[in-house]
């Protein structure tokens, strides 16, 4: 199997190593990556909101399954965008990862469920 990990922080360095163990993996790719994921994985130099690049890298290598790390890609839609191209990639798409990404997204789909949560204000100005 192929995979890429898209990120450069020790989130994505943990997950790299802990697929660098299975025998099912043959090689990691790592967007942008840095020095310590290079010991197990091989570090691509490509933006992480360089969505059409790492899609044409994703394509041309093959690539099985790519892993989300940074919020930022996320919030960005980079989800919504590889599974628009027919990639398979693990994360949670713009809505989902708005939970995360912005608290009076958060604040707002919480109480429109009635989820238990402390009162608030939202302010601009």
Wanted: aromatic share 12%; hydrophobic share 40%.
């Amino acid at each position: 199997m192929k995979l890429l990990v898209i990120g450069s922080g020790g989130r994505e360095h943990a997950i790299c190593w802990q697929f660098a163990k299975s025998s099912k993996v043959k090689i990691i790719y790592c967007a942008p990556g840095n020095f310590g994921i290079s010991q197990v994985a091989e570090n691509i130099d490509i933006a992480v909101n360089d969505f059409a690049k790492l899609a044409d890298f994703i394509k041309t290598k093959q690539i099985d399954f790519t892993f989300m790390g940074p919020e930022v890609p996320l919030s960005l839609e980079i989800v919504d965008y590889f599974r628009s191209q027919g990639l398979k990639i693990v994360g949670p798409s713009k809505n989902a990862a708005g939970l995360e990404s912005s608290k009076i997204y958060s604040k707002e789909f919480i109480l429109k469920y009635n989820i238990p949560t402390a009162s608030c204000n939202t302010f601009s100005g």
